[in-house]
């Protein structure tokens, strides 16, 4: 299950350790952000950090 923003798609890596948001890469589309995700963890230590997707607030939720 993705998380939801108000922002738009987006792409944030979280430090494992401390649950802090290290970076966000913000995206157009849910394809955008899926390719953008792909691309970090290539070269992301997945022992210490998790890359996540998330996606816009749909109107039903909010």
């Known amino acids: 299950?993705?998380?939801?923003?108000?922002?738009?798609?987006?792409v944030n890596?979280?430090?494992?350790?401390?649950?802090?948001v290290v970076e966000s890469i913000p995206a157009g589309s849910e394809?955008?952000?899926?390719r953008i995700q792909r691309?970090?963890?290539?070269n992301m230590n997945h022992n210490e950090f998790t890359?996540?997707?998330?996606g816009p607030v749909s109107e039903s939720a909010a």
């Open 1 to 10: 299950m993705k998380a939801t923003n108000p922002e738009g798609w987006k």
């Open 13 to 20: 890596v979280t430090e494992d350790a401390t649950g802090e």
């Open 31 to 34: 394809r955008d952000a899926e």
């Open 39 to 42: 691309g970090v963890e290539i």
């Open 51 to 54: 890359c996540t997707v998330v």
